[in-house]
């Protein structure tokens, strides 16, 4: 699916709005929080998982504080 969204000034700050059919797909609703996770391909959204987010952080954490060590591994 390929669709362009317009960004909105909100307050002091820029949003965009979702369409319906994008809530529906994603699961949420007016209030409900979404996950912005980086990817290779870009950007993805999905509905806020408590359990993951703190998988990520600790995740983030092992990679920043074990950088060299991951790099060794890696080659």
């Known amino acids: 699916m390929t669709r ?3 960004l909105t000034t909100i307050g002091n700050s ?3 709005i979702l369409p319906k059919d994008l809530l529906e797909k994603l699961r ?3 209030g409900d ?7 290779p391909d870009g950007i993805q959204l ?10 990520m952080e600790v995740a ?3 990679m920043r504080e074990d950088r060299d060590l991951l790099r060794k591994l890696a080659e």
């Open 33 to 39: 929080e979404l996950m912005v996770l980086e990817t």
């Open 28 to 30: 949420v609703s007016r």
């Open 60 to 62: 983030e954490r092992i």
């Open 46 to 55: 999905s509905a806020y998982d408590p359990v993951f987010a703190s998988q």
């Open 14 to 16: 820029t949003g965009v």
């Open 4 to 6: 362009r969204l317009k």
